[in-house]
């Protein structure tokens, strides 16, 4: 199977299940699973991130204070407050949606192409599922990072 036609098959099944929980999508991720060589959805709520973004602020706010206080500003750059969404994948609402093994699929800088350009694609998709189609986030994993692209729908979609 080709990695369009694999990407297109998990997008497809994650959607569904979304759709069928009634999930009012705020972040829609799709995963590549490094360790594991596998790929999945991940799907957030606004309240969800919000949630999380919280909770992530109160835990850097202790050490960024106490960074600052010692006058270190290095380590107080590593505890800066989250001022958007949370994009902690494995603290989303729905994680792994349509897991799949890569089995021995060759992972390189196309294969990230193609991730991305699968959810372009689908990206009307998941509008759909959103309250606030404006407000939704698009993200696919890359070869360094669980989420290393991010973007919204285009103004007129």
Not at 15 to 37: C, G, N, W
Not at 42 to 59: A, L
């Amino acid at each position: 199977m080709s990695l369009s036609k694999l990407f297109a098959e998990v997008l497809s099944n994650a959607i569904a299940e979304a759709k069928q929980r009634q999930v009012p999508v705020f972040t829609f991720a799709l995963y590549h699973d490094h360790e594991s060589m596998a790929v999945s959805v991940c799907v957030d709520t606004e309240e969800n991130s919000s949630r999380v973004v919280r909770s992530i602020n109160n835990y850097n706010m202790k050490h960024f204070i106490s960074a600052a206080r010692a006058g270190d500003l290095k380590s107080a750059r590593l505890w800066q407050a989250n001022i958007g969404r949370s994009l902690s994948l494995g603290d989303f609402s729905l994680v792994n949606l349509a897991r799949t093994s890569l089995g021995a699929t060759r992972v390189n800088e196309q294969f990230y192409v193609e991730m991305v350009q699968s959810v372009v694609a689908a990206q009307s998709q998941v509008a759909a599922l959103s309250p606030e189609p404006q407000r939704l986030v698009l993200a696919c994993s890359g070869a360094d990072s669980e989420v290393a692209y991010v973007w919204s729908l285009p103004a007129d979609a």
